[in-house]
């Protein structure tokens, strides 16, 4: 496995200059758009630019991190915070949306820029605990029994160091009833050096149930340098799990979904959730039309046996849960 300084020393080679991406995937003629809104940069990892291909505008890999003049435009029914997750708030870096779980926003900052994270407006500096944090959020998840799970997120959780991981979650098992910790990321897929050897032991060494879930919108993204940094962390006792955005035409063809689905199972990943687009400003453009999510489930419940294939699922500002799509779909605040 690659060292903890190679993977940080690809971090801060990220290329952040649109011009720059485009010369690296052979598009020097196609000039960069800017939003209106620029404060949400580009920022992608040259591992997931490697996946890329070349001399393609419409790379499923590419339209997920090119910033785009449709990112501009109001689009109603959207807005900056989707999930309402200001009204979730329990405390600096501490999310309490459903019962037994909260969710800790460990650090504020991402490996890349998805144009269609539903986060791309949270405020991050105000809810970035450090460790002086960390007290009070033991001690909300030390008041609450209910609580037998914590999920990181972010930002991304894994651009935290390993010591600085371990140490968080030895604290966190310190407290009885907690049982399971999640960790979301899309740091391993865009820069598969992350899965260091130090990482797995942190992960294993704990009596916490270790769930590790990745985000891969598209079959592509998989290359033999994530599974070969994934393998370890297949034969260990850890979860593994992948959770998908279903972007218009990015991933929104049965082909790609049966595809990323048989791909995620040869890495040793279990195919999770298929997300529909949470309503953020700046990303109406990657919405997929309700008749054809609809297909697309039945198709991968047709083509795919049943435990490749994700849970299509919407989440619903106030919700206690993921709502099934088709469930959700019939709501009329939701669409």
């Keep these: ?52 291909e070349k001399g393609n505008p419409h790379c499923p890999l590419l339209l997920q991190v090119l910033p785009s003049l449709l990112e501009s435009f109001d689009a109603p029914g959207y807005s900056i915070d989707p999930l309402a997750e200001e009204q979730a708030s329990a405390g600096k870096g501490l999310l309490h949306k459903y019962q037994s779980r909260v969710l800790i926003t460990l650090t504020s900052s991402c490996a890349i820029n998805c144009r269609y994270c539903f986060r791309r407006h949270f405020p991050y500096q105000e809810n970035h605990p450090g460790k002086k944090d960390w007290p009070a959020l033991f001690d909300y998840i030390k008041n609450d029994t209910r609580i037998n799970e914590v999920i990181l997120s972010g930002g ?27 960790i979301h990321t899309r740091l391993p897929v865009v820069i598969p050096a992350r899965l260091t050897s130090r990482l797995l032991n942190v992960l294993t060494q704990t009596r916490l149930h270790s769930v590790l879930v990745t985000h891969i919108n598209h079959a592509n993204e998989i290359d033999d340098s994530l599974t070969q940094a994934l393998a370890p962390f297949v034969t260990s006792r850890i979860t593994l799990l992948n959770q998908s955005v279903l972007l218009k ?87």
């Design 156 to 182: 991304d959780p894994l651009l935290v160091p390993d010591n600085y991981l371990a140490e968080f979650i030895h604290k966190l098992a310190d407290i009885t009833h907690v049982t399971t910790l999640r």
């Design 249 to 335: 035409h990015i991933n929104d063809d049965a082909n790609a979904l049966i595809a990323l689905s048989e791909k995620l199972f040869a890495a040793g990943v279990m195919p999770y959730y298929l997300h529909t687009l949470d309503k953020v400003q700046g990303a109406a453009h990657f919405a997929v039309a309700h008749e054809k999510i609809e297909q697309l489930n039945l198709t991968l419940q047709q083509a795919l046996p049943g435990y490749l294939v994700p849970r299509c699922v919407t989440e619903v500002a106030g919700a206690r849960s993921k709502v099934p799509f088709r469930r959700a779909k019939d709501t009329q605040f939701i669409f």
């Design 1 to 52: 496995m690659k060292t903890m300084q190679n993977w940080q020393q690809t971090l801060s080679e990220i290329v952040t200059c649109p011009h720059e991406l485009l010369r690296l995937v052979e598009l020097e003629a196609l000039i960069p758009e800017t939003p209106k809104t620029h404060a949400f940069t580009l920022r992608v990892p040259r591992p997931f630019i490697a996946r890329m």
